[in-house]
Every structure is written in C-alpha cells, then in structure tokens.
C-alpha cells in the first residue's frame, strides 16, 4: 500500500495551488482519506476529511472557504485544491487513509489514519 503526494511548491500570497495523492496497492473508494500539515517546529494538524461514498467534508476552520478536497474514486486519488494562500499555509503537507468508517472516532486525529503519504512541501511567500 502506497500513498503518493504531489503538486506542492512554492505561490505568492493570494495565489493556489492543487495537491493530489494517487494510492496505490489496493482501492481506497470505501475509505475515509484526509489532508494533514505539518509546519516547521509544529505538530501535525488536520486540514480537511471527505467521507468516501457520500463526499462528506471537514475542514479546519483556518482553512474554510479557501480550501476544497475532493476525490475521484475511479483514480483512487484525492486533491487538495488550495486557494487564496496565506504565508501561514507554508508546511509540508500530507494525505492519509483512515482505516475506519467516517462515523467512527475523529476524522481529524493523526492516530486514526493507517496510511500515509511522504508529504508535498507548499512554500507561500509574501
């Protein structure tokens, strides 16, 4: 089971960008997948949580309104759509499964996602 992440870089403030994972090993479409950061001297923090059939969204409140995740099943990929950047978006950003269903213990825990990816790194600078 592989977790693949790209399409992080380096935008000025106010620009977007589109992270996307590609899983590989095994289909994820029954899978709850998420989107976490990690900025530099800081724990990991959830981003955004979409459910997998029904396309049930969470996002951190930092980033409402700004940032979209999607999914396409048939790709076993998920995305990240990032818009209206912030210099406080600069982190490394990571894609995870959980290993549960969406109504099973938080979808914002690191704990309860079994898989991740190597992390994209997303720059916004002034």
């Known amino acids: 089971v592989q977790l693949q992440a790209s399409g992080g870089g380096l935008v000025q403030a106010g620009g977007s960008l589109r992270p996307s994972c590609v899983a590989s090993?095994?289909?994820?479409?029954?899978?709850?997948m998420g989107w976490f950061r990690q900025a530099p001297g800081k724990g990991r923090e959830s981003v955004a949580a979409i459910s997998s059939t029904l396309g049930v969204t969470y996002y951190a409140d930092s980033v409402k309104g700004r940032f979209t995740i999607f999914r396409d099943n048939a790709k076993n990929t998920v995305y990240l759509q990032m818009n209206s950047l912030k210099r406080e978006d600069t982190a490394v950003y990571y894609c995870a499964v959980k290993t549960m269903p969406w109504g099973w213990r938080s979808n914002t825990e690191v704990e309860n996602f079994g898989f991740w990816g190597q992390g994209t790194l997303v720059t916004v600078s002034s």
């Open positions: 090993g095994r289909t994820f479409s029954g899978d709850v």
